[in-house]
């Protein structure tokens, strides 16, 4: 079966699709001046959106990898998570802290989610 590939760049695709499942690049805010909470809905906000491009949406997510650049951000990012998620579908998560790429990004999710059958 072959990759599909979305977005692609000279360094990454946002967005990789094989056999049925999806698989989204890291997602960051563009709009670093949010706070933790702006920045984790804008973050959804592009997961939604890659994924809805694959045939798939959060209730499909399969599992799902947070990386926050402190865990003093975790009640703020899970605040932001609980709205978003969809009940019933909650994914296995995990969340870490590290330091990321971009100093001024709080938050950055990784995705992997099955398609709509």
């Known amino acids: ?3 599909i590939r979305h977005h692609v760049g000279k360094r ?3 967005t990789a699709i094989h056999n049925g499942t999806v698989y ?3 997602q960051i805010a563009e709009d670093t001046n949010q706070d933790i909470g702006g920045q984790t809905r804008e973050v959804l906000g592009h ?3 890659l994924l809805a491009e694959a045939n798939s949406d959060k209730s ?3 599992s799902v990898q947070i990386y926050l650049a402190d865990m003093a951000h975790f009640q ?3 605040a932001a998570w609980d709205e978003w998620v969809q009940e019933g579908a909650t994914p296995p998560r ?7 790429a971009n100093p001024e990004c709080l938050v950055e999710i990784v995705v992997v989610a099955a ?3």
Do not use: F
Not at 94 to 100: D, F, G, Q, S, Y
């Open 94 to 100: 995990a969340t870490v802290e590290a330091k990321l």
């Open 12 to 14: 990454l695709s946002e």
């Open 115 to 117: 398609q709509r059958g």
């Open 76 to 78: 703020g990012m899970n």
């Open 60 to 62: 499909q997510l399969l």
């Open 1 to 3: 079966m072959a990759v």
């Open 24 to 26: 989204l690049a890291g």
């Open 47 to 49: 997961i939604d959106r």
